[in-house]
């Protein structure tokens, strides 16, 4: 069964560095996202792409933060200067031609800021 | 600002027994609701869906109830099984793009 991969696992960044996690969603899906969990906390949708622009975004994701798909196949979440904050479990997921489907997610990618 | 709660953070159920996770959520706007089951070091894996024109959707030992009045929906597995054994979201979405989770019920089948 496709499915969505991200890396790498797990990402330890310096304060203020930006830092890039990766995602291939899977291949004939037109919808694609990032979503964050916070240690102990709910899963939070931070974005949704679709036909190369940003769909829909949450509050969460301000200027810090952006997204591009460089390819047919990578879909990327940037943070430019990343904060203590930002340490949290970030997920890609992806869905099929249509709004209202489920959304397959990957395994996630740790990142750890210090 | 809970727009979707689980009020059970946890739940053990026997075996063979009927495990019964609630959502509930406050946004009458909301068309669209699924679950998903997350095992540790995982993403969140789909379940199950159901849409607002609907009150009860089923996929083998999953079916979920939808109570539009209520804005309750639950989800009923039968029979548990050991492998069951996971934390259970719900999510809604008006959008159908921004899915707003709940916290989780971490669900425990004993054998």
């Known amino acids: 069964e496709p499915e969505v991969t991200q890396t790498p696992s797990h990402q330890v960044t310096q304060m203020g560095q930006e830092v890039i996690l990766r995602c291939v969603p899977i291949s004939n899906h037109l919808y694609f996202y990032w979503y964050r969990q916070i240690l102990g906390q709910k899963v939070e949708f931070l974005v949704s792409f679709y036909n190369n622009e940003i769909s829909e975004k949450s509050e969460i994701f301000d200027d810090q933060f952006s997204v591009e798909r460089p390819d047919g196949s990578n879909f990327t979440l940037k943070i430019r200067s990343t904060k203590l904050e930002d340490s949290a479990m970030y997920f890609c997921?992806?869905?099929?031609?249509?709004?209202?489907?489920?959304?397959?997610f990957g395994d996630g990618t740790r990142l750890s800021i210090l | 600002d809970q727009q979707v709660k689980q009020n059970s953070p946890s739940l053990s159920v026997q075996e063979g027994r009927i495990s019964i996770l609630n959502c509930d959520y406050t946004n009458s706007m909301f068309d669209y609701f699924l679950w998903y089951k997350k095992y540790p070091a995982e993403g969140p894996t789909f379940l199950i869906s159901i849409s607002s024109i609907k009150d009860k959707n089923e996929d083998g030992r999953f079916t979920v109830f939808l109570n539009k009045s209520a804005k309750h929906l639950s989800l009923h597995i039968v029979p548990s099984q050991p492998g069951d054994s996971a934390v259970y979201f719900c999510a809604a979405t008006l959008s159908g793009q921004n899915f707003v989770f709940g916290p989780g019920t971490r669900l425990s089948v004993l054998p």
């Open positions: 997921a992806s869905s099929g031609t249509g709004l209202r489907q489920p959304q397959h």
